[in-house]
C-alpha cells in the first residue's frame, strides 16, 4: 500500500466503494423475495432481519424500508424493475413511492436513475401539490410552457394569509373600498395592465433578436423582464425557492435565440427536473423517428 500516492489510494477507496454499493442495492432488491420464501428460516436466520444484518449489515429500518417498496410496487413493473435490479439505492425510491401510480410509474422510473435526492423530493412534493382534474396530457404534472420538457402543469393555490402588504397600502384600499369602489376590480385592471405592459415588452425584445447571439450569456434587458415578470423566485408557482437559472424552454443549442417567451428563471431543482424531463423526451423521440 506505502507505494500507492495519495491520488491512486483515494481513487481505489472511490472504485471499490461504488462497487459495494451497487452490490448492497443489489442485495436489498433481493429482499422482498426473500421475505416471500422465507429463505431465511432455510438457512438458520432466526428472521429477514437478521438474514440482511448478518449478511449485509442493513439495520432493521433499511430492511423494513425495502420490504415496504417491495409492496408498493408490485403492480409497477417499470418501478419494480430498477429496484429489484439495484439500479438507484432504497433511499432514493422512498422519495418517490408515495407518489407513484400505475400510470406516472415509467416517468418515475426515468426521473429516479436522473435526478438527485433533493430534485427528487421537490417531483414529489410537486406531483402532490397538483389540483384534482389536473393529470390530463402530461401525467407527469409539470410545468406549463411551450417546451416539452416542461410540459403538463404545475398548479398550487396561492395561501393569501402570506401576502406581505404595509399598512399604507391596506389604508388606500380601504379608502377606496370606503368610497364605494370595487377594490377587487382595481386591482384586477391593474395586474392585467402590467401582464399587458411585460407581454408588449416581451414581444419587442423577441422582434428585436435578428442576429442570432453566438453565445449562452443573455442581456441584461432580458433578464430585466424576467426579473420584472417573475421576481426573484422560482418560475414554478408554488415554488418559494430562489431562482438560480434561467432556463431556456426551447433548445438554445437548436434556436440560439434568447426569446424571452421560451425563457423562464428556475431554482437548482427545478431546472434538473426540466433538463431530465427534456432528455426522455428527446429519447423517446429519437427511437419513434
Avoid at 63 to 73: H, M, S, W, Y
Avoid at 185 to 212: G, Y
Amino acid at each position: 500500500m506505502n507505494f500507492l500516492t495519495d491520488e491512486k489510494l483515494y481513487e481505489q477507496c472511490k472504485h471499490y466503494g461504488r462497487l459495494a454499493l451497487n452490490y448492497r442495492n443489489k442485495f436489498t432488491g433481493l429482499l422482498p423475495e426473500v421475505n416471500r420464501r422465507r429463505l431465511y428460516q432455510q438457512k438458520g436466520f432466526s428472521s429477514i432481519f437478521e438474514f440482511a444484518f448478518k449478511l449485509a449489515g442493513l439495520s432493521k429500518e433499511q430492511v423494513q424500508a425495502a420490504l415496504n417498496l417491495g409492496l408498493k410496487f408490485a403492480d409497477k413493473p417499470a418501478l419494480k424493475e430498477i429496484f429489484v435490479s439495484g439500479k438507484v439505492s432504497v433511499s432514493k425510491l422512498a422519495r418517490i413511492v408515495g407518489v407513484a401510480t400505475i400510470e406516472n410509474q415509467e416517468f418515475l422510473a426515468n426521473q429516479v436513475q436522473l435526478l438527485p435526492k433533493s430534485s427528487l423530493e421537490t417531483l414529489a412534493r410537486d406531483i402532490k401539490n397538483r389540483l384534482p382534474g389536473q393529470a390530463n396530457g402530461n401525467q407527469n404534472g409539470l410545468f406549463e410552457t411551450h417546451d416539452p420538457a416542461l410540459a403538463g402543469e404545475y398548479a398550487s393555490i396561492p395561501q393569501l394569509q402570506n401576502l406581505s402588504l404595509s399598512s399604507e397600502v391596506i389604508a388606500k384600499l380601504s379608502e377606496l373600498q370606503n368610497k364605494g369602489l370595487n377594490i377587487n376590480k382595481l386591482i384586477l385592471e391593474f395586474l392585467a395592465k402590467r401582464e399587458h405592459e411585460i407581454s408588449l415588452e416581451k414581444a419587442q425584445i423577441s422582434e428585436a433578436q435578428t442576429l442570432k447571439p453566438d453565445t449562452r450569456h443573455i442581456p441584461s434587458k432580458i433578464k430585466k423582464i424576467l426579473k420584472k415578470e417573475h421576481g426573484t423566485k422560482c418560475a414554478i408557482s408554488h415554488c418559494q425557492k430562489s431562482a438560480q437559472t434561467i432556463h431556456h424552454t426551447a433548445r438554445f443549442a437548436i434556436t440560439k435565440n434568447h426569446d424571452p417567451h421560451f425563457l423562464a428563471p428556475l431554482c437548482r431543482e427545478h431546472h434538473l427536473i426540466a433538463h431530465s424531463i427534456d432528455q426522455n423526451f428527446h429519447q423517446k423521440r429519437a427511437t419513434i423517428t
